[in-house]
Nanobody, 115 residues
C-alpha cells in the first residue's frame, strides 16, 4: 500500500526556517523522482521543488535560493529545508512523485508564516 506522510510544518515568523519531511512507503523510493508541492487557500497546487533519483534538483523561481530539497534513500524520506520564509509561503505542503504525479496524496503539513 502506497503511503506518503508529511511532517514538520508549523507556525513561524517571517525570516524563519522550517524543515519538512516526507516518509514514503509502498514504492521503490530509490528510483522515484520526488517533488514537494504546496497549495495555498484559493489557489491551485503548485510544484515548488523536485529531486531526481540521482539527486538532481530543481526549484520554482519563487523559492530558488531559499529552499533546499534533499533525499535519504536509506530512510525512504525526502526533505525540504525552508529558509528566509515569507508570508506568501503559507500553504499546505505535500510530497509526491515529481513526474505525474500519480501517487495518492498524503494529508500534507501546514506551514504558516506570520509577518
Amino acid at each position: 500500500q502506497v503511503q506518503l506522510v508529511e511532517s514538520g510544518g508549523g507556525l513561524v515568523q517571517a525570516g524563519g526556517s522550517l524543515r519538512l519531511s516526507c516518509a514514503a512507503s509502498g514504492i521503490i523510493f530509490s528510483i522515484t523522482a520526488m517533488g514537494w508541492y504546496r497549495q495555498a487557500p484559493g489557489r491551485q497546487r503548485e510544484l515548488v521543488a523536485g529531486i531526481t533519483y540521482g539527486s538532481r534538483t530543481n526549484y520554482a523561481d519563487s523559492v530558488q535560493g531559499r529552499f533546499t530539497i534533499s533525499r535519504d534513500n536509506a530512510k525512504n524520506t525526502v526533505y525540504l529545508q525552508m529558509n528566509s520564509l515569507k508570508p506568501e509561503d503559507t500553504a499546505v505542503y505535500y510530497c509526491n512523485e515529481l513526474y505525474g504525479p500519480s501517487l495518492p496524496w498524503g494529508q500534507g503539513t501546514q506551514v504558516t508564516v506570520s509577518s
